[in-house]
């Protein structure tokens, strides 16, 4: 099931998508709530048509910071060594992390499909995209086996971790590079656990109209049951908790000379099943 948030007249409540038929079912309440509810609702409307609503990100302003992870496709963290950027790695032998490298960013740089990332002018001028598969926590918990963690998990959505690369290396941590405004596009919605095998799903990156990346999630190094058995191991996940777990090879710093965005560029990202995630730099 596709689970949208949609603002409509003062209205800003969850919906479900029924794409093919080009309409929103209203639920009368908020993504967050849903997810905690553990079953769906019924619909408190017929359904809008899509073109009569606006979609948000699926969590607008997720209750906190969204978990990230580095590094975690083979090709990826090779050609982020490389690059020179990479902080947490100045030798080859340091290129595959041993554990996963977890950061975040803040819950206020989450931005709908359709809206622009908007371009730090004077700040930084190394924009990078990164698209990424995002898992949203369903039902919470601390200490998580990963032979448990799919029941943990409510859906799926994409995510583009944008990143200022000469901010991400001269903080050495990477918050700052990786939370400006608008940094988190997240979208286009949000789909549930039961709709897609998330061990094999194709992603792709495109700029304009160049493909710059083009994966399967099958090549994680570490893969979601690990993640979640690692972050809720001393840290007790919460309903509506977003994992982004990291970018395949092709980002910009990847190309020699490095190839950044600009404003006036269009970044698309597709997951199979997930849908298209389509953003302005300006
Ligand atoms: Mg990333």
Known sequence: MKLATIKHGLATEAAMIDEEAGLAFPLGIDMTTLIMLGQMPEPTSRGLPLSSVAILAPIPLPARNIFCVGKNYRAHAQEFTRSGFDSSAKSE???????????????????????????????????????????????????????????????????????????????????IGKSLDSFCPMGPWLVTADEVDVANLGIRCWVNDELRQDANTADLIFDIP??????????TLQPGDIIATGTPAGVGLGFDPPRFLRPGDRVTVEIDGLGRLVNDVR
């Not at 998580?144 to 990143?163: E, L, P, Q």
């Not at 690990?226 to 840290?235: K, Q």
Request: hydrophobic fraction near 40%; glycine fraction near 8%; charged fraction near 20%.
């Open 93 to 175: 032998a340091e290129t595959i992390p041993e554990a996963p490298i977890i950061f975040t960013k803040v819950p206020q740089s989450v931005i709908a499909s359709g809206e622009p990332i908007l371009y730090p002018r004077g700040l930084s001028d190394k924009i990078d995209y990164e698209a990424e598969l995002a898992v949203v926590i369903g039902v919470g918990g601390r200490g998580i086996d990963r032979s448990d963690a799919y029941d943990h998990v409510f859906g799926y959505t994409i995510v583009n971790d944008v990143t200022a690369r000469d901010l991400q290396s001269l903080h050495k941590q990477w918050l």
């Open 226 to 235: 690990i993640l979640i058995e690692t972050l809720s191991a001393g840290i």
